[in-house]
Structure formats: C-alpha cells, structure tokens
C-alpha cells in the first residue's frame, strides 16, 4: 500500500502563493507518475499538473504559467507552487501517483485531499 499525505493548503490572497506537498510512503515517488487534480462541489475532478517519472510536466491551460510541480527526490515528495492565485483556484487539491511498482497490485493511488481557498 502506498500513502500520499497532502500539505500546505489553506487561504490565499488573489495575486498571492500557495506552496502544497505530497509525501509518498516507502520513498516509492520514483515508481509514479505524480499529479495534482482538484475538485470543487458538485464539479468533476480537474487534473492541474502532472510530472513523470522522467520529470516531464505538463499543466492544465487554466494555470499554465502560474503553477509549477516538482520533484523533490531527497525528501520523496511531489510539491504544487502555485502563484498569481485567483478566487477560482479555489478547490480541494488532491495528490495522485500513477504507476506500477513490483510488489503491488494496485497502480492508482489518491491522497486524502487538502484545501485551497482563494479570497480577499
């Protein structure tokens, strides 16, 4: 089984940042490929921003040029800066590692979400 324990939501200014992080069990954040969705009620989960296994990102348009993801190998987490925040960021921010890892059967795995609220 494989945790991912989510970090670092919380209010935001519009204009301002937001730093989340991912922390993936067992030090297995190199078997994944590591996403941020986010949901708002009533909504569908929206994918933010992926990175792989090769460190290629791609980002939804909707924050392409605000967003960064990143690795962070020594410490085996996945982090969200999120920049030039606006009140329609506002969302739960879940954690997602997609990939296979010897020994599991199980290749899908969700964090238990972390709040972002936007507002002035």
């Known amino acids: 089984q494989v945790l991912l324990v989510e970090s670092g939501g919380g209010w935001g200014q519009p204009g301002g940042s937001l730093r989340l992080s991912c922390l993936v069990s067992?030090?297995?954040?190199?078997?994944?490929?590591m996403s941020w969705y986010r949901q708002t009620t009533g909504d569908q989960r929206e994918l933010v921003a992926t990175?792989?296994?090769?460190?290629?990102?791609n980002y939804a348009d909707s924050v392409q040029g605000r967003f960064t993801i990143s690795r962070d190998h020594a410490k085996n987490t996945v982090n969200l800066q999120m920049r030039n925040l606006r009140p329609e960021d506002t969302a739960v921010y879940y954690c997602?590692?997609?990939?296979?890892?010897?020994?599991?059967?199980?290749?899908?795995?969700w964090g238990q979400g972390t709040r972002v609220t936007v507002t002035s």
């Open positions: 067992g030090r297995l954040a190199r078997y994944f490929d």
């Open positions: 990175i792989t296994t090769s460190d290629v990102t």
């Open positions: 997602n590692a997609n990939g296979h890892v010897p020994g599991l059967q199980e290749d899908d795995f």
